[in-house]
């Protein structure tokens, strides 16, 4: 839904309804009779519906659903009234922190939340000082629940319908008053999520499934190399091949365009292009290696953390635990491939896309186009995985150079798997040396990590480089460290990169797990008693752990056959413990069953939670078995899911959830679950095997 600056504007095309903001607007006078208010995230119409406008988009893992749970709840809605918008156009309401609406980062829920709750306040305050008007009755006698204004003492009733244009034209409440903790019965239930109806009918629309008339299809040809352009393009070279429409230069190569697909496909791979040397021409997996790894010996790096004096420390233990651990690029992977369909002219262009970065598409539209935000509109589709990948804007620069190229008609534009696994983007590979030390009661009393790799968030460095992409997990460890440095050798690499699911944490996770584990055997000591030890007694990490260590009944010996591995991580505000049980089937790792324990403050949807803890966990294995990314000549050789290898059914483990609730600010869900599982699994191979393994995946050590 577009977010309308004027009641006269909004009255164009509605029905009677109640729109609230996020906060108190400064409501546009329109000159006539008004039963709207500048809008936000909701509207509700005179027949009764509930229009939750929401700011993220649906990937599969239930955010929408959530969002309006809370919305419903604190409104006293009837939730069988409930529909779902997401805004056409990003404005300031929809926009995270950063200042970018950007499904990212686990804030669905946890940032949105209050805001949230306050508009849907206000609302319902307003419904009932129109309800007391109708019922003629003080305003406090008054309640709002399952879409009726209601008065307990004469049994009386009014439909949030029936009150819509009195409400409408009632000042909005300054100070939204929230509903108490013993009235909010709908958040903390598992109601069936609002888009499983559409999916299980094959009625819900993902990007690839966007049809319009007339609409024609582009496929692209991209340069192998990460940094080439085009030299060359012979658009007579496959003119005469059946269907195809147009061949269209963009940014790294060219989108051929077609009648269908496939024949766009066929044709972009035959077409007669040539692209630009670079340097990374000659770059091969083994030379990106000694890349990264020189980091970890350069010296006159800046320190971004310092607690403590750890040199002192290590200079008076007579044992200093070192290792070094390494992770690769990885894929994002998508299910649902790449795609964006654009109609576009030079006056206005509007995209259907599955997207997660609204504000980074207007924002680089702009300054690649010159596309301003109120000639751009972005219809949202379901998106069949994103994980960070779909937030990008090369695409919809692609749709719409094709379109354009047709004269603004449709054109849908897909990459192939092949195309976003050797063309797309990647997390990060990078490296990491720990040092530590422990006393004679198992105390950790120093630890030094050094860091070397990219720098993927260096637009978000302030000062000691301190990137949040690359040192999450390591500057915020929950470990009582008295003695503690960490810093970052950055070092730059010719390739694309994008956060992957989790992020920093997906590899500091890791590596800080696995590391502890060492120190706990060090020490000699059990691997969960040296993480309690070592963390706060009233910590989350420590309640968490305590919690999985009873599910997995750690106390008690492992049945035969069966190894066991302890991980715990903070991240996204949340903290998850898990512990991994794997079996070595001819000296290769299984795991059968994984046991994880969240805690993000308090579960909207347990159901949700529990689902997206598990999907996190075999998002995870794929990586710590098999899966990466690797360089040869400058491009990715991996290509499909067939060396790019992902867990499949048969391989997925069982994985039991407990949420532990906490009552503080709530965490995000949909990625804390992934940090902790490679350092579990790993810690388990040590158990199997007497093994450490210090870079991913198991495959390169013989185990997957």
Same mark, same amino acid.
């Given at each position: ?430 490296? %990491? ?6 006393? !004679?009661?198992? #105390?950790?009393? *120093?630890?030094?990590? /050094? =860091? &070397? ?75 969960? %008693? ?6 706060? !007694?009233?910590? #989350?990490?420590? *309640?968490?752990?305590? /919690? =999985? &260590? ?155």
């Amino acid at each position: 839904m577009t977010v309308i600056s004027s009641r006269r504007a909004f009255l164009k095309g509605a029905s009677a309804c109640v729109v609230v903001p996020l906060m108190v607007p400064t409501v546009t006078q329109a000159g006539t009779p008004s039963d709207v208010i500048s809008n936000a995230f909701l509207r509700l119409d005179t027949d009764g519906v509930v229009t939750c406008i929401l700011p993220t988009c649906e990937m599969g893992q239930g955010t929408h659903t959530g969002q309006a749970m809370i919305l419903a709840e604190e409104l006293g809605a009837d939730w069988r009234t409930i529909r779902v918008e997401m805004p056409k156009q990003p404005s300031e309401p929809y926009r995270l922190p950063f200042g970018q609406m950007r499904s990212v980062g686990s804030y669905g829920i946890r940032f949105f939340h209050d805001p949230m709750r306050q508009a849907a306040a206000r609302m319902r305050m307003m419904l009932i000082q129109a309800g007391a008007e109708h019922l003629d009755v003080d305003a406090t006698e008054l309640e709002a629940r399952d879409g009726e204004v209601t008065h307990s003492a004469t049994g009386r009733r009014v439909p949030f319908a029936d009150l819509v244009i009195t409400a409408s034209n009632l000042p909005v409440p300054e100070e939204p008053v929230l509903r108490p903790d013993p009235q909010r019965t709908l958040t903390g239930t598992n109601v069936p999520r609002l888009d499983t109806p559409a999916k299980v009918r094959g009625e819900a629309v993902y990007g690839i499934d966007v049809t319009l008339p007339d609409m024609a299809y582009g496929a692209v040809r991209l340069a192998p190399v990460f940094g080439a352009g085009v030299v060359r393009l012979d658009p007579a070279s496959i003119e005469s091949m059946p269907g195809v429409l147009k061949v269209v230069e963009v940014p790294r190569g060219a989108v051929v365009v077609a009648e269908s697909w496939w024949q766009a496909k066929r044709a972009a791979d035959a077409l007669d292009i040539t692209f630009t040397g670079t340097d990374p021409d000659a770059l091969d997996q083994v030379a990106l290696d000694a890349l990264i790894a020189e980091g970890l010996d350069r010296e006159d790096v800046p320190t971004t953390l310092m607690r403590g004096d750890p040199g002192a420390a290590f200079d008076g233990s007579d044992r200093v635990i070192e290792a070094d651990y390494a992770v690769p690029m990885l894929a994002h992977a998508c299910l649902e491939p790449i795609n964006c369909t654009a109609s576009s002219t030079l006056e206005r262009t509007e995209l259907w896309a599955g997207t997660q970065g609204h504000d980074w598409i207007r924002m680089n539209l702009e300054r690649e186009l010159g596309i301003t935000a109120d000639q751009l509109t972005i219809n949202t589709a379901f998106l069949g995985g994103g994980f960070g990948r779909k937030t990008w804007h090369h695409e919809a620069v692609q749709a719409i150079l094709a379109s354009r190229a047709l004269g603004g008609r449709p054109v849908k534009v897909i990459w192939s798997r092949e195309d976003d696994m050797r063309f797309g983007f990647y997390r990060q590979i990078m490296r %990491a040396r720990f040092r530590g030390t422990v006393d !004679a009661r198992g #105390r950790i009393t *120093a630890m030094s990590v /050094r =860091v &070397a790799g990219p720098q993927m968030g260096a637009f978000l460095v302030r000062q000691n480089n301190m990137d949040p992409f690359s040192l999450l997990g390591l500057v915020d460890t929950p470990y009582a460290i008295p003695n503690y440095k960490v810093d970052h050798a950055v070092t730059s690499v010719p390739v694309p990169l994008s956060p992957w699911r989790s992020i920093a944490a997906s590899f500091t996770g890791y590596w800080m797990e696995s590391f502890i584990d060492e120190l706990a055997h060090a020490a000699s000591m059990d691997p969960v %008693a040296f993480r309690l030890a070592n963390l706060p !007694a009233d910590s #989350r990490a420590h *309640a968490v752990l305590t /919690r =999985v &260590a009873e599910m997995a009944t750690w106390s008690s010996a492992a049945p035969e056959g069966i190894y066991r591995g302890a991980s715990v991580v903070g991240s996204y505000g949340s903290f998850v413990a898990q512990i991994a049980e794997i079996e070595m089937e001819d000296d290769l790792v299984r795991v059968p069953k994984v046991y994880a324990a969240i805690d993000c403050g308090r579960a909207i949807h347990p159901g949700q939670v529990q689902t997206q803890v598990q999907g996190a966990v075999i998002d995870a294995l794929g990586p710590t078995l098999r899966a990466k990314i690797t360089l040869e000549r400058g491009a990715a050789i991996q290509s499909n899911f067939t060396d790019y290898e992902l867990v499949r059914m048969n391989e997925a483990p069982e994985v039991d959830v407990a949420i532990v609730e906490s009552g503080t600010p709530l965490g995000g869900v949909g990625e804390p679950g992934v940090p902790p599982l490679a350092g579990a699994v790993c810690n388990a191979v040590f158990a199997a095997t007497g093994r450490r393994i210090r870079s991913l995946p198991l495959a390169d050590h013989g185990l997957a």
